[in-house]
């Protein structure tokens, strides 16, 4: 059983940061990519971040230059540093990760529960 447990969110003012944080627990054989995902009320979700393996990363253009998404392979542990916060990048934030159990199975998707962020103007 391959679990992820975000942390991190919280009520901010904009202008402000806050930092995210993604374990994966469980046996994962491979992580291809960690990426972050939001969703806000009424809205799709949307890709915010993603990081691969080889370390690329990418980005939404909404994000670009005040979110850094990065990754602790020893932890299997994924973040979000959230910075210069505006009150559109109020969402509840998902931990997403694609990855495979064993050297034979497949890729599968993961994800987590979802941690709010909401930012006051």
């Known amino acids: 059983q391959v679990q992820l447990m975000e942390s991190g969110g919280g009520l901010v003012q904009a202008g402000g940061s806050l930092r995210l944080s993604c374990g994966v627990s469980?046996?994962?054989?491979?992580?291809?990519?960690m990426d972050w995902y939001r969703q806000a009320p009424g809205q799709q979700r949307e890709l915010v971040a993603v990081i691969f393996s080889g370390g690329i990363t990418n980005y939404a253009d909404s994000v670009k230059g005040r979110f850094t998404i990065s990754r602790d392979g020893a932890k299997n542990t994924v973040y979000l540093q959230m910075n210069s916060l505006k009150p559109e990048d109020t969402a509840v934030y998902y931990c997403?990760?694609?990855?495979?159990?064993?050297?034979?199975?497949?890729?599968?998707?993961?994800w987590g529960q979802g941690t709010q962020v909401t930012v006051s103007s």
């Open positions: 469980g046996s994962i054989f491979r992580i291809n990519n």
């Open positions: 997403h990760i694609r990855g495979s159990r064993s050297i034979v199975s497949g890729s599968s998707d993961y």
